[in-house]
């Protein structure tokens, strides 16, 4: 097995470069360097692309293809493929058809015809494999909106790999989707057969409803065994959302707080200190494999139509209850602003930390009215209490531990995440707010 | 739910404040001033640190009367004020912090132009509920040294007292007397190369003349200092009420240093004791003036 433990005992802690490089030991690949393209250093028999963000080569071979119910694509559709007979494919992995039968593909209305042009691919009837010319990326949670959004904005750039615990109905076509858990040794088959160059990790669990267990085994073990793949099987660029809520809510917390200051979520907050742990997780391999661009995103509070956030969530409150007497300021991106920076963040191939700002901060109560919500002043002393209850009951979607985030701020500064990508969001403050009203 | 909220309700209660004929004026003025604000404001009235327009137009119409017609505030030499990035250093005596209230509005209706004054605040004034709001709105942030060096980089004007409260709580027979200069201050000036205005203020030592201060009270109500004034505790709440002394406000050359400002506390200590020396020549010429005027009554004119 070629597996590389990520951390493999004091030995390895030691020896912080002598890990063999991708370069060393794949084929040269195509167009590298100066934040292009790259292709997949597993296949030989890649096509290079020029640098820049090129139309597939497919397409312009094609240019006059009619719609993806075109006989073309229907005798492509004989190359073969089940969404999920590529996961189970006995191949050895370098030869991938992404083309499915017709009966699979469900038909989501007309938005996506350009993109059949270029997907499905004239197929060779040659036992040659379809040379995909784009880099394989592979997302996890998939199917979280999050997920859906990003695999959206980049499905021209990369072939989509999706993995998600649920499963996603009607998905597009240019997603190859797997169900299964991050736990599950099958996760690394995934990465033997798919051979992804680009992985996207979104797969945590934010909500509590789950067991605590439960939450921190998929967030910080599930995390930690992807790490542990993305260093053996020579993924070149990763990105990780974690979230600006590790720094914690605290009274002497600057206003905007860089990427250095510390995460101080667990003091107050213990139930979410597994993000803090999966950061500080992903912080020790940006160190430790610094020839694998990995980004470590902290974005701000994200609203959105398909976004389930935890600040939606409460905004969503028919009375949304406030700490009598504090009105932090809050920022906010809009979702789609965010999948615009994870897409960004791997195109610039950036690596470090990097706190993700959207178009600026309002009072919270400003955000509850504007999204339509009754803002409710609670004394403190109240609030734990009641909410404390609650929460045991199921009946609050939040422990009392949340409480110091409507008390304090928790802002944060995203200069560095600008000025390395030259991200700026399109979404102002209104139109955010008006995607979470109810 | 139809209950206002208390901020609701002292909104209310200051907009009441506009339909006294007199008022009126000022809370136009002060509208006029506000619109000439270098400051940005975001589509919901907010700055990036939680300023608010109208809070500070509330506010200041309280302090302007205050600013009028008890202290008859006069200032001198406000036109010294540069534009852009200032540190601002000034005395600080009286109790409660009204000096630097008054340095406020006079920097927001007399300077040049007007300029919101942004103060520094204790550390444990964000967990105080309601006042954490107010300050944040007035335009005052927590004081660490992130936030002072992120607004002085976005050339706002902050305002230190670098006596601090051994300033504010010393007792009447150590007025004038500047105490212990605080180093942060100069190595903020030094790192983000900021003038620094030193200000004299005169009348604010007498407003409310402490003759004790009983340390264990202070520690027992976990306050900073329990002074004992001629009117407070004795006369409840009425006695924090200051006397209408008049405040004379002396702006000084803005001064510019240079160095490393991770320089030891020895040199970063002969910086800070040059502004400290300027202050307390000022001090010295605006007490002489006020003698001329009269040795008790010039208190109060």
Known sequence: MASKPFVSGADSLFHFWPLPRPDDVLPPRGNDGNGAWTTPASDTTQVSLPSGNPPAPEQVAHPD?????????????????????????????????ETRGEGDIE??????????????????????????????????????????????????????????????????????MHVLDLRRRKLEDLFRTERPTAVVHLAFVRHFEANPRLRHEVNVAGTRQLLDYCASYGV???????????????????????????????????????????????????????????????????????????????LKLAYVPTILGFDPMLQFIHEEDLAEAVAVSLEKGIHGFFNVTGPGAVPLKVAIRESGGRPVGIPESVARVVIGNLFRLGLFPFPPGAIDFVKYPCTVEGSRFRAATGFSPVFTLSDIFKTARR | MGVPSIETIAARLADSLRHVPSVGHVADEIEDRLDRLPTDFNEYGYDP?????????????????????????????????????????????????????????????????????????????????????????????????????????????????????????????????????????????????????????????????????????????????????????????????????????????????????????DVIGEKVEVVKQRIQSMLAAGLEARERRGRFLGIFR
Not at chain 1, 292 to 310: D, E, F, M, Q
Not at chain 2, 80 to 100: E, T, Y
């Open chain 1, 65 to 97: 293809t009619p719609d993806g119910t075109g006989s073309g694509s229907v005798s492509a559709a004989a190359a073969v493929g089940d969404v999920r007979g590529a996961e189970l494919g006995p191949d050895d992995g370098d030869a991938h058809t």
């Open chain 1, 107 to 176: 038909t989501r209305g007309g938005e996506d015809t350009a993109d059949v042009a270029a997907e499905i691919a004239p197929a060779p009837r040659r036992p040659v494999a379809v040379v995909s010319s784009r880099e394989r990326l592979l997302i996890t949670g998939i199917a979280g909106g999050q997920g859906q959004l990003l695999a959206r904005s980049v499905r021209d750039r990369f072939e989509i790999i999706g993995v998600d615990r649920e499963r996603w109905d009607n998905h597009p076509r240019y997603v190859r």
């Open chain 1, 236 to 314: 070149r660029r990763l990105v990780v959302l974690s979230s600006s809520y590790v720094y914690g809510a605290l009274p002497d917390n600057p206003c905007y707080m860089t990427e250095d200051a510390p995460l101080n979520v667990s003091r107050t907050y213990p139930e979410v200190r597994d993000l803090a742990e999966v950061d500080a997780l992903c912080g020790a391999f940006l160190w430790r494999y610094p020839h694998i661009k990995t980004s470590i995103l902290r974005p701000v509070n994200t609203l959105g139509n398909t976004v389930h956030s935890a600040v939606s969530r409460y």
């Open chain 2, 49 to 265: 640190w939680g300023l608010n327009r109208d809070v500070v137009a509330r506010t200041t119409l309280i302090a302007a009367l205050w600013y009028r017609h008890w202290f008859r505030v006069e200032t001198h030499d406000i036109e010294r004020m540069p534009h852009g990035r200032v540190l601002i250093i000034a005395n600080h005596a009286g109790q409660i912090a009204i000096d630097a209230v008054m340095l406020g509005t006079a920097m927001l209706l007399e300077a040049e132009p007007p300029r919101i004054v942004r103060g520094m605040g204790e550390y444990w004034l964000p967990t105080v509920p309601f006042v954490n709001v107010i300050m944040v709105r007035m335009g005052s942030v927590v004081g660490t040294r992130k936030n002072c060096v992120d607004l002085l980089q976005a050339d706002e004007a902050v305002i230190a007292f670098p006596e601090g409260v051994r300033g504010m709580n010393k007792l009447f027979s150590q007025r004038y007397q500047l105490q212990e200069f605080g180093l942060g201050f100069m190595r903020l000036a030094l790192e983000t190369n900021t003038p620094i205005v030193p200000v004299a203020i005169v009348g604010s030592e007498e407003q409310a003349p402490a003759i004790a201060n009983v340390h264990s009270l202070a520690r027992l109500l976990r306050m900073p200092a329990f002074p004992v004034t001629l009117t407070w505790p004795h006369l409840g709440l009425l006695g924090m009420i200051p006397f209408p002394v008049k405040y004379h406000v002396y702006f000084g050359e803005p001064m510019r240093f240079e160095g490393y400002y991770n320089d030891g506390d």
